[in-house]
């Protein structure tokens, strides 16, 4: 490896070193799992002289370009935890979500100079603070980065959580589904309905909708079993947390690993009684109603049959084996017609009913109305849930 390729690998963050041969490009040195394509189409935007440019993928993530005597060395995506001078926030800000999926970086003003200056020296490509200055406000934008990025839309109109991601979270964690929240998290911050909460600045604001969105759904867990004492303890510990961040989008991981771990707790409380066979069957149709085995296949996974196993799940549980997956599909169904514009069909075939018909009559049997009816309004759907069926405690 060559010095500057070892301070690369250094970082820890995506990069890539192009060897530059008029319209071909050659690639030298590469880490993270960026695609070499997705670097060379940013190349290929730019004129090849020796020069530094910086990519904006958007307001906060930007990847550093240096060409040096043929070879192209691009650092990043990074995201950036300030806003250049001449860029103000607004309601139509974007800020980038789960810089994991890039394992990537976040970095100070202060910090993001220092590696560029020391890099451009590594390479002996002198680059000055004015120069970094005059490169921001040159940026070139790409969209190279849009199949694995995920922006948060803030809105002055929005709100503190819209009424059916709120339901659609509550529900996620008094089940224990750990698997909904995520895509009703991602659902949620593409909707344009969080609201600017606070006037200094994005951090502050993220915070405070994260703080309400804890809160709010918090009280499922309660109803779920949680104990009081606890509950409210545990939410004074995520808000510790959350104000110790400094970054939004470690503040957004964290919302999202708040959920996940009270809908964690949720879910012991409901598994800790249950026999092993029985828990794993429970936990597998939550999961995945969708795409889980049926009783015989069940049986036959766990090496005992499908009469001991079903007659087991139906002593413990309440219904069925088939009953239960029928009423976690139906919750599905109701999460579904509440964050997405899905048509019945497709939903019916997401979630393997054999047809919209079969779903539509599975629901009205349970809910009492129609998919469309609670579509139209949400708050028919308001006091139903799985466990009125289920021997299982929930508070």
């Given at each position: 490896?060559?010095?500057?390729?070892?301070?690369?690998?250094?970082?820890?963050?995506?990069?890539?070193?192009?060897?530059i041969?008029?319209?071909?490009?050659?690639?030298?040195?590469?880490?993270?799992?960026?695609?070499?394509?997705?670097?060379?189409?940013?190349l290929?935007?730019?004129?090849?002289?020796?020069?530094?440019?910086?990519?904006?993928?958007?307001?906060?993530?930007?990847?550093?370009?240096?060409?040096?005597?043929?070879?192209a060395?691009?650092?990043?995506?990074?995201?950036?935890?300030?806003?250049p001078?001449?860029?103000?926030?607004?309601?139509?800000?974007?800020?980038i979500?789960?810089?994991k999926?890039?394992?990537?970086?976040?970095?100070?003003?202060?910090?993001?100079?220092?590696?560029?200056?020391f890099?451009?020296?590594?390479?002996?490509?002198?680059?000055?603070?004015?120069?970094?200055?005059?490169a921001?406000?040159?940026?070139?934008a790409?969209?190279?980065?849009?199949?694995?990025?995920?922006?948060?839309?803030f809105?002055?109109?929005?709100?503190h959580?819209?009424?059916?991601?709120?339901?659609?979270?509550?529900?996620?964690?008094?089940?224990g589904?750990?698997?909904?929240?995520?895509?009703?998290?991602?659902?949620?911050?593409?909707?344009?309905?969080?609201?600017?909460?606070?006037?200094?600045?994005?951090?502050?604001?993220?915070?405070?909708?994260?703080?309400?969105?804890?809160?709010?759904?918090?009280?499922?867990?309660?109803?779920?079993?949680?104990d009081?004492?606890?509950?409210?303890?545990l939410?004074?510990?995520?808000?510790?947390?959350?104000?110790?961040?400094?970054?939004?989008?470690?503040?957004?991981?964290?919302?999202?690993?708040?959920?996940?771990?009270?809908?964690?707790?949720?879910?012991?409380?409901?598994?800790?009684?249950?026999?092993?066979?029985?828990?794993y069957?429970?936990?597998?149709i939550?999961?995945?109603?969708?795409?889980?085995?049926?009783?015989?296949?069940?049986?036959?996974?766990?090496?005992?049959?499908?009469h001991?196993?079903?007659?087991?799940?139906?002593?413990?549980?309440?219904?069925?084996?088939?009953?239960?997956?029928?009423?976690?599909?139906?919750?599905?169904?109701?999460?579904l017609?509440?964050?997405?514009?899905?048509?019945?069909?497709?939903?019916?075939?997401?979630?393997?009913?054999?047809?919209?018909s079969?779903?539509?009559?599975?629901?009205?049997?349970?809910?009492?109305?129609?998919?469309?009816?609670v579509?139209?309004?949400?708050?028919l759907?308001?006091?139903?849930?799985?466990?009125?069926y289920?021997?299982?405690?929930?508070?």
């Amino acid at each position: 490896m060559t010095l500057e390729q070892l301070y690369i690998s250094s970082l820890n963050i995506p990069a890539i070193q192009i060897k530059i041969l008029k319209n071909l490009f050659k690639v030298e040195f590469k880490a993270g799992r960026i695609l070499s394509n997705a670097y060379i189409t940013m190349l290929k935007s730019i004129p090849h002289h020796d020069s530094f440019v910086i990519f904006r993928h958007s307001q906060t993530l930007y990847t550093f370009c240096f060409i040096k005597s043929g070879t192209a060395y691009l650092i990043g995506p990074e995201i950036l935890n300030y806003t250049p001078d001449d860029q103000e926030f607004n309601q139509d800000y974007k800020i980038i979500y789960m810089s994991k999926r890039l394992n990537t970086t976040i970095l100070e003003r202060d910090q993001c100079y220092k590696q560029i200056l020391f890099f451009s020296e590594l390479i002996q490509h002198p680059v000055d603070e004015t120069t970094i200055d005059v490169a921001f406000q040159n940026t070139k934008a790409s969209n190279q980065m849009n199949n694995i990025i995920t922006t948060v839309n803030f809105a002055d109109k929005g709100v503190h959580i819209s009424y059916v991601y709120e339901q659609a979270l509550k529900s996620a964690v008094m089940l224990g589904d750990t698997s909904a929240i995520h895509d009703t998290l991602i659902r949620l911050i593409h909707s344009g309905r969080i609201g600017i909460l606070s006037d200094k600045g994005r951090v502050r604001s993220v915070k405070n909708w994260g703080i309400i969105c804890v809160s709010v759904t918090l009280r499922s867990a309660i109803k779920s079993g949680m104990d009081y004492d606890q509950a409210y303890s545990l939410n004074d510990e995520y808000i510790r947390i959350l104000e110790q961040l400094g970054s939004f989008d470690e503040v957004m991981q964290k919302i999202e690993e708040i959920l996940v771990d009270m809908a964690t707790r949720v879910q012991h409380l409901h598994n800790v009684h249950l026999s092993k066979n029985v828990r794993y069957v429970y936990q597998t149709i939550v999961d995945s109603p969708e795409s889980s085995p049926t009783p015989s296949e069940f049986g036959n996974q766990l090496g005992v049959s499908q009469h001991y196993l079903g007659k087991s799940f139906k002593n413990e549980i309440g219904v069925t084996i088939t009953r239960f997956k029928i009423l976690i599909k139906v919750n599905r169904v109701i999460q579904l017609i509440q964050i997405t514009n899905f048509p019945l069909s497709r939903i019916a075939e997401a979630l393997k009913f054999s047809d919209q018909s079969h779903l539509t009559r599975e629901f009205k049997d349970l809910v009492g109305v129609t998919p469309s009816a609670v579509r139209k309004n949400p708050h028919l759907a308001d006091e139903w849930s799985p466990y009125q069926y289920l021997k299982i405690n929930v508070g």
